[in-house]
């Protein structure tokens, strides 16, 4: 059941200043053009004015220099967008789907449960599995032996955890995601018995991937997205970094504390993050790199050698943000561009033409 707060309350929760009406009751949250008067929104900018001015909400999350409707309560915070998360804990708040183990679920030999783990039907949990107190494991999961899972975490619907992985407390794993599948790892042999000359003479050798992935506390990690186990030693996302849908990140690889991964980034093996770097969508990384403290690669980048630190990269190959800004603007001129030269090399043709030869000389051609 819903309940509802005062500006007043959820002020005192956010830390905010109220403006107008504190009594004003509040039971849940919503855009600016689909609030109604029990709807708290926010703005964090003045571009935001006109539809903050025609919005039917009861409550703004406004920062110094907005100012609410005449008709609408407002609350004053330093970062609208951090307050309206903190806001949203409030109004609404997570449910847990799960509670306790299904019994349609399937428990390996060994599997230990803390306290208020809830397990949903058709998971699978492998032999030695460890999980901690509170997570949440929702249908079609799959727990590879030996795994651990720590406290408050979620995984969603069709998560695929191998063998030896390692999952931290309050992660967050959403439906699809696959972490620990073989490292893309093979060595090419020549094929016993066959010569060069043969249609087939070499193979590729399967090189088994024995290593681990580690997954430390606070990461959220996208829908479908898929984290490879290491060849020998691990695959390791720091604490704190949030993960798109769709992102791939090779074995061997580090990612540093608190990046951010946006849809269909690849990051191939052994390629080291530092912290807080920012990896934009459908940029590609090459293997055996080093992407410096926080950097920040651009979309659709493709990232051919090492990256300082809050160095700013763009294009593909990637390059210094500024100088290829610089390449960018020209795109739109270079059919201008391919006219002039044209025309001036018939102009110089011309001129050429006109030229009269040194005596004794024959002219060229």
Known sequence: MSRTYTVREIAANIGGEVLGDPERRISGVCSLRAAEREHLVFVDSPKHLEDL????????????GIEPPPDMSGIRVRQPAHAMARAVDILAPPARSFEGVSPQAVLGKGVELGPGVGIGPMVYIGDGVRIGRGTEVHPGVTVGRGATIGEDCVLHSGVHVYHETAIGNRVIIHSGAVLGADGFGFVQEKAPGVDSESEEPL???????????VIEDDVE????????????????VRRGTKIDDLVMIGHNCTVGRHCILVAQAGISGSTTLGDYVTIAGQAGIAGHLRIGTRAVVGAQSGVTKDIGDAQIVLGSPAIDARQARKALTLIDSLPEFKKSIAAHEKRLAKLEGKVTPPSGEAPEG
Request: net charge positive; charged share 30%; aromatic share 0%.
């Open 53 to 64: 001015r025609a919005s039917r909400a009861g409550c703004a999350l406004v920062p110094e």
């Open 203 to 213: 193979r590729h050798r399967k090189v088994r991937q024995v290593g681990r992935v």
């Open 221 to 236: 990690i996208g829908a479908n997205t898929t984290i490879d186990r290491a060849a020998l030693h691990e695959t390791r």
